[in-house]
């Protein structure tokens, strides 16, 4: 076998890597020529470069941690080859090649058996891919290593494409701040989130079945109203598409909209504290013809005082929400994608009743002309007062702009922009953005909100307060459901205990730094059994979503450890483990006592 063909069957018996299709341009314009002497060079605008295998040993991997390493550049095999040999076997490798004819030379003339024997992923693609493979990575147990990541530049890239090299470790900065805020909600915050759950549980009964709603207006456009400042100039417009198109509108544009004799389809909402139902539901009474959307986590006063119809879904890929479908025994897709915020909500359920397109409007996820300038007219934050008392201490910075230039932004805009942007790329949607204002959002078509009624709204659609008239509701009761949450209460003490015996055993650890190597081999062995409970975590759904930012604390910290037995390590190692423990028992409590309570008002 030829050593193309060795390379393919390497690259191809691992699902993980990702392989773009070759730039042409890039390909006619960039060539890699060998000299006189056999040096290779990377002829590219009449420059060349030499390539060249030259270790950097002042950047070496830990062998002693487990890291995440993201290796740029693939012809230097040799240097990959030694990292290998240097770094510890539980690290993680990540090769990025985002130049396809530095890759397409490698993978017919270098040697790539190392990718097999280290279970590296290569990544060999356009940079501007690059965000969507590691959304996917990091969904795997990659996530331990985020605290522990380690650059690595192969010799190109370090001396000649130092441009390249600055683009994929902002991709990668990026994609990392953006998982560790999607995981990073202290216990406390998810027993929060829990504990309104299950107050509201009662309520889910009341709620038409998410599983019948999919795909029930497929290929109808959908205009989801958010409420950024951009709304004020394009409103009017709405008038005249809201027959021709499904309107789901954000809870803080609700108000407005109905003022302007705009009946929203959908209201939507996420927040679950009390200023959301003071602000936005409180004494108002909403258009009969108006469905509140929103999951179990909302005020309760919300569910309590709407008096329409409701439509309660699950989070996707949520673990909280995939155990209560389990011990539930509900079969069907009874997850829209609700992400982080009210306008995802209104995205969300876009994409669950098969609209398309989906057109986005008011979605600036920018400051408009101004600092004070946040939100469209018509809704709470006309009080200035109040808008910059909300606003004021959050730092703002530059991103690309809808036309073009840049906008300011904040941190947790730009993280809701980055969620769009993975919903629509990752399930191949079409979008339209018709903000005209704000930031750019990638992967969508840009058109005014008056193109896109003659392009995609010219005819008016069903209507959806029928549609929905005709979908049943949960097939709950209370009286099951009062069943599962006793029976889940039990299984839970149970576990309980589990951790609390774990938790004593920890504890009672005596070591310092003159014990001796047997006593540290002996409290290390007992330290190293609390590995069978992230495993307990692991494999239940509810305690995966309430602890997970306390075991994923956990590990980062133990990988941060050197693996090497001393007293000063172990006892770093005991105090982690403990620290994990103690949280692991305190939440267990609570989720014990919350079914308890939930158990009751069943």
Known sequence: MDLLSRNIDILSSNPNHSIGIPDASELTQKKIMVDDVGEEFLISQDQAFPLKNVFDYTNQPNPRKREMIFVIGIYSTEEIRQIIQIKSSESLLVIIEPSATIFNHTLQYGDLSFI??????????????????????????????????????????????ITSSIAIVKVIKEAVQYKT???????????????????????????KDVALLKNTMLNVPA?????????????????????????????????????????????????????????????????????????????PEVFNEFSGEVVIP????????????????????????????????????????????????????????????????????D??????????????????????????????????????????AN??????????????IAYSEQLSLEEVGYKYCSENIPSVSKVLKSIANYPLDNVKMKRVIREQRNYFMDIKLQFEQQQK???????????????????L??????????????????????????????????YDVERLIIPANVMQARDINLGFLDVSVYTLNEIVSILEAAAETL
């Open 116 to 161: 097999n024997s280290s279970g590296a992923v290569l990544f060999a693609d356009r940079i501007s891919e690059l965000p969507l493979f590691l959304d996917k990575f990091l969904l795997s147990d990659a996530i331990f290593y985020l605290k522990t990541i380690k650059f690595y530049f192969t010799h190109y890239y370090r001396e000649f494409d």
């Open 505 to 523: 055993q920890v504890r009672r650890l005596k070591i310092n730094d003159f014990s001796s190597e047997k006593e540290i081999k002996e409290a």
């Open 314 to 381: 699950m989070r996707e890929n949520v673990g909280e929400f995939i155990w209560l479908k389990e011990v539930m025994e509900l079969k069907g897709d009874y997850s829209i994608s609700i992400g982080l915020s009210c306008a995802h909500v209104a995205f969300g359920v876009a994409e669950h009743i098969g609209a398309s397109p989906i057109i986005l409007i008011g979605q600036d996820l920018a400051y408009g002309s101004s600092p004070v300038e946040t939100h469209a007219g018509g809704t709470i934050y």
């Open 525 to 558: 062995k007992k330290i190293d059994k609390t590995e069978e409970f992230f495993g307990i975590i692991l494999n239940n759904w509810l305690l995966r979503h309430c602890l997970q930012p306390a075991m994923i604390n956990s590990v980062w910290n133990l």
């Open 427 to 440: 399930k191949k949607l079409n979008v339209v953005n018709a903000t005209e204002g704000g930031a750019k």
């Open 223 to 299: 205009i989801v109203v958010s409420a950024g400042p951009s709304l004020n100039k394009n409103i009017k417009q709405l008038q005249h598409l809201k027959n021709n198109a499904v309107i789901i509108a954000v809870d803080t544009i609700a108000q407005r909209l109905c003022d302007e004799g705009i009946i929203p389809d959908f209201i939507c909402s996420i927040e679950r504290g009390i200023e959301t139902y003071t602000y936005f539901y409180e004494g108002k009474t909403y258009p009969a013809e108006s469905t509140l959307v929103g999951p179990l986590v909302l005020y």
């Open 383 to 424: 009080d200035k007062e109040l808008t910059m008392s909300m606003y004021a201490e959050i730092e703002t910075f530059e991103t690309e702009g809808y036309y073009g230039g840049t906008v300011a932004t904040t941190e947790i805009w730009n993280t809701f922009r980055t969620w769009f942007e993975m919903e629509i």
């Open 181 to 207: 805020f999607i995981y990073g909600n202290s216990v406390e915050d998810s027993l929060i989130g829990f504990r309104q759950h299950m107050k509201n549980l009662k309520h889910l009964p009341r709620s």
